[in-house]
């Protein structure tokens, strides 16, 4: 089984829905999650960062991490055509430094004018 | 400010070829690491490095060398190409010891082994 779970898609909505991206994880130490924005043929960049439980928000994107089900999301409000890409979660335990991340097998996401 | 900067962008190679992905940033970042990305597979972790001089393997580092003699560059070497080491490689920098500072990713290299 692998530590982190993500649904690979691909997941196809149309402009202006609420988009809602997810991961599961299984390993305790855990405290630090992100989610990467990868356009095609680019590489990822750092879209959200949460350490430990809570939201974060940031324009039209929600971060959640609830660690008592060991699940993360992401939520994309008034998705854009912009938005498409493909969306990965990333994670990190204490310690282990940023460059020991795990991360999932990334989601492929279209905005459909 | 080119940030992180891998070449090539595309190489095929023949099993049993030895080649070298070069990867350079111009941060001053501490950090550097190697990563693949197959379908399914999401990124994995090859081979890193705390700073010039220091590595150590990730998750996959079978068939892959690195050296890190400089801050500025991380090269990563296939010794010999097989089949299965088909794949988008991603080379990143960071800062060090802070999850606030994210990974730079370059833009990657499309390898195929035939």
């Known amino acids: 089984q692998k530590e982190v779970e993500q649904d690979p898609g691909p997941l196809s909505v149309p402009e202006g829905a609420i988009v809602s991206l997810n991961c599961t994880y299984s390993?305790?130490?855990?405290?630090?999650f992100m989610w990467y924005r990868q356009y095609s043929r680019k590489g990822p960049e750092l879209l959200m960062y949460t350490y430990s439980s809570g939201n974060k928000e940031d324009g039209r994107f929600t971060a959640q991490v609830d660690k008592s089900s060991k699940y993360i999301s992401l939520f994309i409000r008034d998705s854009q055509p912009s938005d498409s890409a493909t969306y990965l979660c990333?994670?990190?335990?204490?310690?282990?430094?940023?460059?020991?991340?795990?991360f999932g097998q990334g989601t492929r996401l279209t905005i459909n004018p | 400010n080119a940030g992180v900067t891998q070449t090539p962008k595309f190489q095929v190679l023949k099993t049993g070829q030895s080649m070298t992905l070069q990867c350079a940033q111009d941060?001053?970042?501490?950090?550097m690491s190697w990563y693949r990305q197959d379908p399914g597979m999401g990124l994995r972790l090859i081979h890193y490095?705390?700073?010039?001089?220091?590595?150590d393997q990730g998750e996959v580092p079978n068939g892959y060398n690195v050296s890190r003699s400089t801050t500025e560059d991380f090269p990563l070497r296939l010794l010999s190409a097989a089949p299965s080491q088909t794949s988008v490689y991603f080379c990143?920098?960071?800062?060090?010891?802070?999850?606030?500072?994210?990974?730079?990713f370059g833009n990657g290299t499309r390898l195929t082994v035939t």
């Open positions: 390993n305790s130490a855990f405290q630090y």
């Open positions: 941060m001053n970042h501490e950090y």
């Open positions: 490095s705390v700073g010039a001089g220091i590595t």
């Open positions: 990333a994670m990190g335990a204490v310690g282990e430094g940023a460059q020991k991340l795990v």
């Open positions: 990143a920098s960071s800062r060090p010891s802070s999850y606030n500072s994210p990974l730079h």
